[in-house]
Each structure stands twice: as C-alpha cells, then as structure tokens.
C-alpha cells in the first residue's frame, strides 16, 4: 500500500514548515500573480494595437511575456493551491504536468532571448539588409523553433523521469522539481543523469552565441558615432539586464537543487528558491517598458494626448 501511495502522489515537504505563515505568502503570492498577469497582458496587447510596434524584435519581446505568463500560471496556481490546503500533497500526473511546464518555461526563455539576441546583432551589423535577413517568414521559423525546440527536449526528460520506480514520495521544493523526483528513484538513474548533461550542454551553446552576440553589438558600438552608439545601447540594454537576471536565477536554482543544499523556510530562501518564477516575469515588461524607445515614447505620447484631451474637456 505504501509502495502504491509513492507511485500515485507526492507530498511537497516545505509547506508543512510554514506554520502560520501560509496566510502571508499567500497574499503576497497572489499580488504578485496578479501584477505578472496585468503587466505582461498590458504590454503584450499594447504591441499587438500599436502598428508602429510591429516590428520583430517587439514579437518575439511578445513571446517572451507570453512564457513568463505560462510559468508563472503553472506555478502560483498550484503554489496558492497548496498554501490553502491543509496537506500539500501532488497527484504524480499533475506533478508531472507541472514539471513540463515549468521547465519548458524555464528553457523556452532561453530560445528566445537567443532569438532575440540574434535579432539585435542582425539589425545592428547588417542594418540595410536587416528586412531581408529577418523576413516575415523567417519570424515565423524562429518562432516556432524557439517553442518546439525546449518543448521537445523537456518532454523527453520528463517522460525518462516519470518511467522511474520510485521509493518516497516527499519532494523538499515548493513545486515539482525533475531533479528531487529523480532523487526518489529505486532505480539507477545514470540515463537521467547523462540526458541532463547532454540537455543543459544543448541550452549552454545558446548563451555563449547570446553573450558573443552581445559582446560583438557592444564592439561595434565603442567604434561607431556617439549617437549611433547611444541608439544601439538604448536597445541592448534590456536584452542584457534580462540575460543577467535569468542567468542568475537559474544558476541559483540548479546549484540548490543539484548540490542540495539545505534549507531552512524563511522569507529569504523561499524567494531565492522561486527567483526564476518570481523576478523575470515581474521585471521584463518593466525594464523593456522603460528602456525600449519604440514602447516608452508611444506609451507617454499615449499619457500625453490624453491629459491633453482632459484640459480641453
């Protein structure tokens, strides 16, 4: 009976430390849930209205709000699920859903700000060829690669995953992890182990093409007219403030979880756990809200016009 309970149901450990807690993480939970939805839905149908921002950088600036907002949904729902329930505990099929979209949000981010960091070294290397290179039919390539792609690669891990036999059922994360199930294995997990070497090898080419993209925008820029620089500045500025904010969050996490580091539930552990569900989704439409020319004249021009309307009125 035991052995069935491991293989139907999991049992999320850290919410069981919460004590009283619960009532406070979830009203800060839901806030920030809401703020993700608004900010990232606002800009998202202020590029789509906006004609003068159909452009390529700004749709695939639309894909990545998209995927913040199917990250955060797979993860506040079933966290503020959980904080109202009494045990926290995780039926296998749902855990795995989770585990498939958080993970595909985790690595689709990575597709696409490559995608992106290819747009921008396109359209500042080569900008007369630029609508050549990045034709509409090529968007749609890169878009639909920049999905496929990590989806794929997260299905197959997923499904070695799920095929173990496992001897527990209490995973230590507040959502469902790969690597903390994996742990749970009876079974030896070499096959896991060498896929996961040869998925992070797969999405570590990607940042090394984003950071030398990056690396050649910034060269061109030092050589280039004081304007010319400040222009390609202005427009690289979010792409690295974004990179290094993601970087950094899931560095922090796969360090943890690998390493499993040991953790006790206060405020600032749980925040760093969650970093790459939490800061991304809340800081691109901010920081590409404010630093995007294209998107921060339109939306002032926008405030303008209508305060001007009012005094008239």
């Known amino acids: 009976m035991e052995n069935t309970s491991y293989e139907t149901i999991f049992i999320l450990t850290p919410f069981q430390d919460m004590g009283n807690n619960k009532d406070i993480y979830f009203c800060i939970s839901l806030v920030f849930y809401l703020l993700i939805i608004i900010l990232n839905v606002s800009l998202i149908i202020f590029i789509y209205l906006e004609k003068n921002l159909h452009e390529p950088m700004y749709i695939f600036l639309s894909n990545l709000l998209f995927s913040g907002l199917t990250g955060s949904t797979s993860f ?37 700000l490559t995608v992106m960091a290819y747009d921008r070294y396109i359209a500042i290397n080569w900008p ?57 294995s009876c079974l030896e997990t070499v096959i896991n182990s060498i896929y996961g070497l040869v998925f992070s090898f797969t999405f570590f080419v990607p940042f090394i093409f984003i950071i030398y993209s990056y690396i050649k925008i910034l060269i061109l820029c030092w050589n280039n007219s004081r304007t010319h620089k400040h222009k390609a500045f202005q427009t690289c500025l979010p792409h690295l403030i974004t990179l290094a904010l993601f970087l950094s969050s899931i560095t922090f996490e796969a360090t943890e979880s690998r390493v499993n580091l040991k953790r006790t539930m206060n405020g600032v552990s749980t925040v760093a756990s969650l970093e790459c569900l939490i800061i991304p989704p809340i800081l691109n439409p901010l920081i590409y809200g404010i630093i995007l020319p294209g998107i921060r004249k339109r939306i ?3 405030f303008s016009c209508k305060n001007k309307k009012d005094e008239i009125m």
């Open 128 to 184: 007369l060829q630029y609508t050549i290179i990045i034709s509409d039919r090529k968007i749609k390539k890169l878009i639909f690669l920049s999905w496929i792609y990590p989806c794929c690669m997260v299905a197959l891990g997923t499904a070695l995953t799920a095929r173990l036999s496992l001897c527990g059922n209490r995973i230590n994360w507040l959502y469902c992890n790969n690597w903390e199930i994996v742990k749970l």
């Open 76 to 112: 506040y729902v079933k966290f503020m699920i959980d904080l109202r329930a009494s045990t926290p505990v995780v039926s296998r099929s749902v855990c795995f859903i989770q585990v498939f979209l958080i993970y595909t949000y985790v690595f689709g981010e990575i597709t696409i």
């Open 300 to 302: 002032i021009y926008m």
